[in-house]
Nanobody, 124 residues
Framework: QVQLQESGPGLLKPSQTLSVTCTVS??????????WSWFRQSPGKGLEWMGALTNIGATPISQAFETRTSISRDTSKNQFTLHLRSVTPEDTAVYYC????????????????WGQGTQVTVSS
């Protein structure tokens, strides 16, 4: 059973960089055919796919976020991290990491593994 746990800063000020880490258990993030995604959900907005990490370290990023988003990984800790630069209050959301076997999750699917989410609030 794949389990994911997000951890984040909680509160940020505008212009700072958001870094949210997903710690994975039950499989390695380098396991073939597993894909690791980041989503967020904010009040009044639907679920937004932000980007993903493949088992070989490729990081496709949504066009909506590509100018200020990157994803890194630490294979020794079995973790991957979302970095979102120059945050504004509109980046206030619950951030989720998601795992899917076989393809990148860009929409919700009942067979995916989800973390419980971490709330990030951007406020001055």
């Amino acid at each position: 059973q794949v389990q994911l746990q997000e951890s984040g800063p909680g509160l940020l000020k505008p212009s700072q960089t958001l870094s949210v880490t997903c710690t994975v258990s039950g499989t390695s993030i380098t396991t073939n055919n597993y894909y690791w995604s980041w989503f967020r959900q904010s009040p009044g907005k639907g679920l937004e796919w932000m980007g993903a990490l493949t088992n070989i370290g490729a990081t496709p990023i949504s066009q909506a976020f590509e100018t200020r988003t990157s994803i890194s990984r630490d294979t020794s800790k079995n973790q991957f991290t979302l970095h979102l630069r120059s945050v504004t209050p509109e980046d206030t959301a619950v951030y989720y990491c998601v795992s899917r076997f076989g393809s990148i999750a860009i929409t919700r699917n009942e067979n995916d593994y989800w973390g419980q989410g971490t709330q990030v609030t951007v406020s001055s």
